[in-house]
């Protein structure tokens, strides 16, 4: 049998709900009563290493996170890692982890819309089924997973949509890569291509602003004033701005602070196709880097994790397309 490394970080599916319906972390982990019933499916090793809302999950949390992963992994030889955590930062901390992460065991992040002592509560299920993938051969190679509501995601693709709705975590434009049934796990898909990056520590700041119409350089100006070292920004529809932000934008170029652009639409790619003041085509003759499909948050941890290795605009701009 299989064993599996099951790392709690906190969220809704370790909290409970009171009489006035009011949800809080617990001083014991709810799903321990869950765990002692998964001995069928693997041998679990549990590590308690955060008790936190999500909101209170930060990069440099996550980078430590990744750090226990890699030491757990090598020192005792896990068969595979399932770490349960909060769903509102969910996909950050999974797309983290895929972006450091290079092991040839599966790991799985999990959590649910549901606390504990909830009617319908989600979170043992999911812990489950996420057990079942992490002790599956087939999850191995396929990067950071995600599963929920019986669904296998990538930590690249998948996205929260709802704010309370069991089945709130999907892949737009891709869909699921597996299923998780009774009987098993079926995986349907498998990723291309997987990038990790070794890197030491992640202090890089950068920042995440989204487009609006009628937006200017006035909020681009104020965060040109803080420490910061890089930004993406959420632009319209395949890349395009408007044009009263490109002033702000060249000042930061000019410092040599990147800028990446992704778009607020939830499907598709950017690219530099309207040449109009504030259009893509302008964007990029600027020296503004364009993304393959990444949203602002994972952009964000992207851009971060880059600037760990190079500043170079040229590199920069080759390892968002990949
Ligand atoms: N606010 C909660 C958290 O992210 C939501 C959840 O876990 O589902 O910690």
């Known amino acids: 049998m299989k064993t599996i490394l099951v790392l709690h970080t906190g969220g809704t599916i370790a909290m409970r709900e009171d009489e006035q319906g009011k949800i809080e972390p617990n001083a014991t982990n709810p799903l321990y009563s869950t765990i002692e019933s998964l001995s069928t499916i693997a041998n679990v090793v549990v590590d308690d290493f955060l008790n936190l809302p999500s909101p209170h ?64 509560a989600d979170g043992p299920h999911n812990l489950i089924a996420s057990l079942k993938t992490a002790a599956s051969d087939e999850a191995t190679g396929k990067g950071v997973l995600i599963v929920l509501n019986d669904e296998i995601h990538t930590a690249k693709n998948v996205t929260k949509t709802h704010t309370s709705n069991i089945a709130t975590f999907q892949s737009p434009q891709y869909g699921p890569i597996g299923t998780v049934t009774k009987r098993g796990v079926i995986f349907h898909h498998t990723p291309v291509r997987h990038e990790s990056y070794a890197i030491t520590k992640l202090e890089t700041k950068v920042a995440l602003l989204k487009a609006y119409a009628g937006m200017d350089s006035t909020i681009i100006d104020a965060i040109a004033g803080t420490e910061i070292d890089g930004l993406v920004i959420e632009a319209f529809g395949q890349g395009n701005l408007p044009p009263a932000v490109v002033p702000g934008l060249q000042r930061l170029l000019n410092r040599n602070i990147p ?39 994972k952009a964000r941890l992207k851009l971060m994790v880059a600037l760990e290795k190079t500043k170079n605009h040229a590199e920069l701009q080759t390892i968002f397309l990949m």
């Open 57 to 120: 999950m930060t990069p440099a949390l996550m980078f430590s996170l990744s750090q226990r992963i890699k030491e757990q992994v090598s020192k005792e030889n896990f068969n595979g890692v399932v770490i349960t955590h909060g769903t509102d930062t969910l996909e950050e901390t999974a797309y983290l982890l895929d972006l450091l992460l290079d092991l040839h065991v599966p790991v799985v992040v999990t959590g649910a819309m549901r606390s504990s002592n909830e009617l319908g």
């Open 259 to 297: 800028i990446v652009l992704v778009s607020r639409s939830v499907s598709g790619i950017v690219q530099d196709t309207y040449a109009y003041e504030g259009g893509g085509r302008k964007l990029k003759e600027m020296g503004v880097i364009f993304t393959n499909g990444l949203n602002g948050q």
